[in-house]
């Protein structure tokens, strides 16, 4: 199994970004596909995730600026994040999940990705 983030950037304060987790080796529409960023010395945080039917749950922090969506016929998750903050700085990972349960937790993921970083400067 392999997850495939990409999109990172060096952004300008208040622009977007598109991330993509593209998936190979799982039957993709079974599973959650979730997003965590880790900045420099903090913990891994939730950022955001989506089920197998589409439906999608946010942190608080990005609600309102980031859009989660699914293509199982490509595989691919994609993440717009829209109204970046410099706070947005972070490494980014995408993770699935065969179930959909607790999905705000790192624990529920079975699958990783590499990360992909996205900086935002003021």
């Known amino acids: 199994v392999q997850l495939q983030a990409s999109g990172g950037g060096l952004v300008q304060a208040g622009g977007s970004l598109r991330l993509s987790c593209a998936a190979s080796?799982?039957?993709?529409?079974?599973?959650?596909v979730g997003w965590f960023r880790q900045a420099p010395g903090k913990e891994r945080e939730f950022v955001t995730a989506?089920?197998?039917?589409?439906?999608?749950f946010d942190a608080d922090s990005v609600k309102g600026r980031f859009t989660l969506s699914r293509d199982n016929d490509k595989n691919t998750v994609y993440l717009q994040m829209n109204a970046l903050k410099p706070e947005d700085t972070a490494v980014y990972y995408c993770?699935?999940?065969?179930?959909?349960?607790?999905?705000?937790?790192?624990?529920?993921?079975?699958?990783w990705g590499q990360g992909t970083l996205v900086t935002v400067s003021s």
């Open positions: 993770a699935a999940a065969s179930s959909g349960l607790r999905l705000l937790l790192r624990s529920a993921y079975q699958y």
């Open positions: 080796g799982l039957t993709f529409s079974r599973y959650a």
């Open positions: 989506i089920t197998v039917s589409g439906g999608t």
